[in-house]
């Protein structure tokens, strides 16, 4: 397993722009696969975005064109960006990774055996 750790998170207006980042520690970041989630209260944590080793993505359909993942294999971290963010994004962003060995769903959060404690994100009107 890795170790995960999110920042970036923040109060933003809406129509507003924040990247989140996803520092991985560990060997091999390379060769996972990295998924963005979010959690709202009342809600089931859902995936957003996520990446594989070969740099291939997708996306829920609500975020597509809006939301970006990369990822830079050199520095070891993943990035979220998120643009023109409404209200209903406001929720606690998790990363999470898994070896490409068992990433068969990137937006399946059972797929993902290792995580980061979440960073919040609040979208004001």
């Given at each position: 397993?890795?170790q995960?750790?999110?920042?970036?998170?923040?109060?933003?207006q809406?129509?507003?722009?924040?990247?989140?980042?996803?520092?991985?520690?560990?060997?091999?970041?390379?060769?996972?696969?990295?998924?963005?989630?979010r959690?709202?209260?009342?809600?089931?944590?859902?995936?957003?975005?996520?990446i594989?080793?070969?740099?291939?993505?997708?996306?829920?359909?609500?975020?597509?064109?809006r939301?970006?993942i990369?990822r830079?294999?050199a520095?070891?971290?993943?990035?979220?960006?998120?643009n023109?963010?409404?209200p209903?994004?406001?929720?606690?962003?998790?990363?999470?990774?898994?070896?490409?060995?068992?990433?068969?769903?990137l937006?399946?959060?059972?797929?993902?055996?290792?995580?980061?404690?979440?960073?919040?994100?609040t979208?004001?009107?």
């Amino acid at each position: 397993q890795v170790q995960l750790a999110e920042s970036g998170g923040g109060s933003v207006q809406a129509g507003g722009s924040l990247r989140l980042s996803c520092a991985v520690s560990g060997y091999g970041f390379s060769s996972y696969c990295v998924g963005w989630f979010r959690q709202s209260p009342k809600k089931e944590r859902g995936g957003i975005a996520g990446i594989n080793s070969h740099g291939w993505t997708k996306y829920i359909e609500s975020v597509k064109g809006r939301f970006t993942i990369s990822r830079d294999n050199a520095k070891n971290t993943t990035y979220l960006h998120m643009n023109d963010l409404t209200p209903e994004a406001s929720a606690m962003y998790y990363c999470a990774a898994t070896p490409y060995s068992r990433c068969t769903n990137l937006l399946e959060k059972n797929d993902y055996d290792s995580w980061g404690q979440g960073t919040p994100v609040t979208v004001t009107s």
